[in-house]
């Protein structure tokens, strides 16, 4: 074959010759402008603006990100329990800890025993179904015999 048959071919990613994008159009010609930003280049502008604040009596220059955190803080001292609640969860997320619970601190003794031997007869039923199912795959079942013959 030559050159000006494959150049002539029609079908899937092969449009006609007349259809084609000339040489330095695209596809999209009002596309997104130059210079168009988008909506994270916005917000991590906006979170990165300097504010003053004023704290003890003394102005202080922070981001804007800083000093919603400054008063997310404030407001959870002053016994908001929703913005406890969210600080402690951002605490969580970016120290990687997890949130421990006065109630989680320690158990007693006997509830200590219960869920040790909860765990202990969980694990051993685990083992059990697992050998179980061992046993299974190396036996023929009554349908498997029917077809077999």
Do not use: C, W
Not at 28 to 37: D, L
Not at 77 to 98: M, Q
């Amino acid at each position: 074959m030559s050159d000006k048959d494959d150049d002539d071919k029609v079908g899937y990613g092969r449009p006609p010759k007349g259809s084609r994008f000339r040489p330095g159009q695209s596809g999209n010609p009002k596309g997104r402008p130059k210079g168009q930003r988008n909506f994270q280049t916005d917000v991590l502008e906006i979170l990165n603006a300097a504010v003053r604040v004023k704290e003890r009596g003394e102005a202080r220059t922070l981001t804007s990100q800083q000093a919603a955190l400054y008063r997310l803080r404030e407001k959870a001292l002053n016994g908001d329990a929703r913005s406890l609640n969210r600080l402690l969860d951002l605490a969580a997320r970016f120290n990687g800890e997890a949130l421990v619970h006065d109630s989680d601190a320690g158990l007693a003794e006997d509830d200590q025993a219960i869920l040790e031997q909860y765990l202990s007869s969980s694990r051993s039923q685990a083992r059990g179904n697992a050998a179980t199912a061992e046993d299974k795959e190396g036996q023929i079942g009554p349908d498997e015999e029917s077809e077999n013959e």
